[in-house]
């Protein structure tokens, strides 16, 4: 988490004079396993809550830039990959 959520934070920060003047939006792509009561990967949904809150928190202040900040939240996707596991 401490590499994640500064970089994402930092990046934002960087993209607003040009998302201004495109008005251009920010889109985070998290999972819905930052809403999982109990999770077999804390960490994992620790940092998508954080990504979460980041972009609450971002797209109330921002949208008086005329930014619009969104999050994608997909859950499991069943594949031959979740099958055979």
């Given at each position: 988490i401490n590499i994640f959520v500064?970089?994402?934070i930092r990046l934002s920060q960087l993209?607003?004079?040009y998302l201004e003047t495109t008005s251009g939006s920010i889109v985070?792509?998290?999972?819905?396993?930052?809403y999982l009561k109990i999770s077999?990967?804390?960490y994992y949904s620790v940092a998508k809550s954080a990504l979460d809150q980041i972009?609450?928190?971002?797209?109330g202040s921002l949208i008086k830039k005329g930014i619009r900040?969104?999050?994608?939240?997909?859950?499991?996707?069943r594949t031959n990959f979740l099958v055979s596991g």
């Open positions: 500064p970089r994402i993209a607003v004079k985070n792509v998290s999972s819905i396993g930052s077999m990967m804390p972009t609450i928190q971002m797209a900040v969104n999050s994608v939240n997909p859950g499991p996707v």
